[in-house]
């Protein structure tokens, strides 16, 4: 069993930066892939990033990809998302989720899901 506990969000001018955190509870959390998802008014949940249990491989959707970094620190049971540049198709509800074995960009392979942090970038 996996808990998750996002934090970090907030408003931001278009082009600034912030920085999400995602706090685990569980010896396992180790071992489970870590994405974030992202999901605006009116519209579907949508893939932004994951991480490999290790580290050694991340994803990215096209959106994002130069503007955003994904992390995690095993030992601290963290997850991070940095995310610069950011624009105003950025604005969205943020969530941590968490998945045994591979990578997946599609939310219904996430077995654990925190209760989400708003990010709204003003244009």
């Known amino acids: 069993q996996v808990q998750l506990v996002e934090s970090g969000g907030g408003l931001v001018q278009a082009g600034g930066s912030l920085r999400l955190s995602c706090a685990a509870s569980?010896?396992?959390?180790?071992?489970?892939?870590m994405g974030w998802f992202r999901q605006a008014p009116g519209k579907e949940r949508e893939f932004v990033a994951a991480i490999s249990w290790n580290g050694g491989s991340t994803y990215y959707v096209d959106s994002v990809k130069g503007r955003f970094t994904i992390s995690r620190d095993n030992a601290k049971n963290t997850g991070n998302l940095q995310m610069n540049s950011l624009k105003p198709e950025d604005t969205a509800i943020y969530y941590c989720a968490a998945k045994r074995g591979v990578y997946r960009d599609y939310a219904s392979s996430y077995d654990y899901w925190g209760q989400g942090t708003q990010v709204t970038v003003s244009s």
């Open positions: 569980g010896r396992t959390f180790s071992s489970y892939t």
